[in-house]
């Protein structure tokens, strides 16, 4: 299996910045698409951010466009999201999820096999 666990995350004032990382483990990385997902309380999961096997294709949901950045370094079995300009509706469980491919981007989380345990941002005003 595809293991992955996040950090990175924690309080932070409006307009100010984090950095997610995602650690892979247990097979070969670059087989994956993977892929950030957030979910706050009372809301469905949704997709924030996603990333091709190469990282030559990229996905993000409108509200991030901008101020988020998704990246990933297959030699270091690792993803990141770059977080700027943080708002406070950004406060959620940020999870990151792969899904074997090595073609395009996913967008669904139906299409992920495998998450991690979630670390959670909070973005205060």
């Known amino acids: 299996q595809l293991q992955l666990v996040e950090s990175g995350g924690g309080l932070v004032q409006a307009g100010g910045s984090l950095r997610l990382s995602c650690a892979a483990s247990?097979?070969?990385?670059?087989?994956?698409?993977m892929g950030w997902f957030r979910q706050a309380p009372g809301k469905e999961r949704e997709i924030v951010a996603a990333i091709n096997w190469s990282g030559s294709r990229t996905h993000y949901v409108d509200s991030v466009k901008g101020r988020f950045t998704i990246s990933r370094v297959n030699a270091k079995n690792t993803m990141y999201l770059q977080m700027n300009s943080l708002k406070p509706e950004d406060t959620a469980g940020y999870y990151c999820?792969?899904?074997?491919?090595?073609?395009?981007?996913?967008?669904?989380?139906?299409?992920?096999?495998?998450w991690g345990p979630g670390t959670q941002v909070t973005v205060s005003s």
């Open positions: 999820a792969g899904s074997y491919s090595q073609t395009d981007v996913r967008l669904s989380p139906n299409e992920y096999d495998y």
């Open positions: 247990g097979r070969t990385f670059s087989n994956y698409a």
